[in-house]
C-alpha cells in the first residue's frame, strides 16, 4: 500500500502524487471503502481510485533503472506492426503500450519514431496522439527519476533513440 507523498504511476495519467488515503464523503463513491486521492503531475488533476483498483498502480522507477533504460534503449528493437491498416495499427500501438512501463512506453516510442523514420511530419496524425501519450508518460517518469526538467528528459529520451 503506498501512503500520502508517495509518487506512483497510475495507468495512463503517469506520474501521480497521493495526497490522502481516505474513505472519500462524496455519493458517488463506494461508502466505506478508502481511495487514493492523487494529484496528477501532468496536468495537477485530481483522481479518485480504490486502494484495490483494477488500473495499473506502481511505484515510479528509480535513478538507476531510468539510466539503464536510457542506455539499452539503443539496441531495443522496434515492435512495428504486421499490418498497413490503420485501424489493425493503432491497435498494435495501444497494445504495446498497456503494460504501463517505462519499457513498454519507450518501444512504443521507439517503434512508431522507426517505422517512420524518425521523422515526425511522416507519422499519421492517430499515431502522433499515441506516441504524444506514450512520450509524455515516459519523458515525466523519466525527469522524476533522473532530477530533470521534461525537457532535458526528453532530449535524452530522442539522443537514445536515434543512437
Known amino acids: 500500500m503506498f501512503s ?3 509518487y506512483v504511476i497510475y495507468g495512463d495519467s503517469g506520474l501521480c502524487r497521493i495526497e490522502q488515503v481516505a474513505v472519500p464523503d462524496f455519493d458517488t463513491f463506494e461508502k466505506d471503502k478508502p481511495y487514493y ?3 496528477s503531475e501532468a496536468d495537477g488533476s485530481r483522481i479518485y481510485t480504490p486502494i484495490d483498483t483494477h488500473q495499473p498502480l506502481r511505484a515510479p522507477i528509480t535513478q538507476a533503472e531510468a539510466e539503464a533504460l536510457l542506455s539499452q534503449l539503443p539496441a531495443m528493437q522496434p515492435c512495428p506492426p504486421n499490418t498497413h491498416d490503420r485501424k489493425s495499427v493503432l491497435q498494435h500501438y495501444r497494445q504495446l503500450m498497456q ?9 512504443t516510442v521507439k517503434s512508431i519514431l522507426t517505422q517512420h523514420h524518425g521523422m515526425l511530419s511522416r507519422v499519421p496524425s ?8 506514450a512520450e509524455q508518460q515516459l519523458i515525466s517518469e523519466l525527469s522524476a527519476a533522473l532530477h530533470l526538467s521534461c525537457s532535458e ?11
Open 4 to 6: 500520502p507523498g508517495d
Open 37 to 39: 486521492f492523487l494529484r
Open 99 to 107: 503494460p504501463h512501463t517505462c519499457q513498454a512506453l519507450a518501444c
Open 126 to 133: 492517430a499515431e502522433q496522439e499515441i506516441l504524444k501519450k
Open 153 to 163: 528528459a526528453q532530449s535524452q529520451l530522442r539522443r537514445a533513440i536515434q543512437a
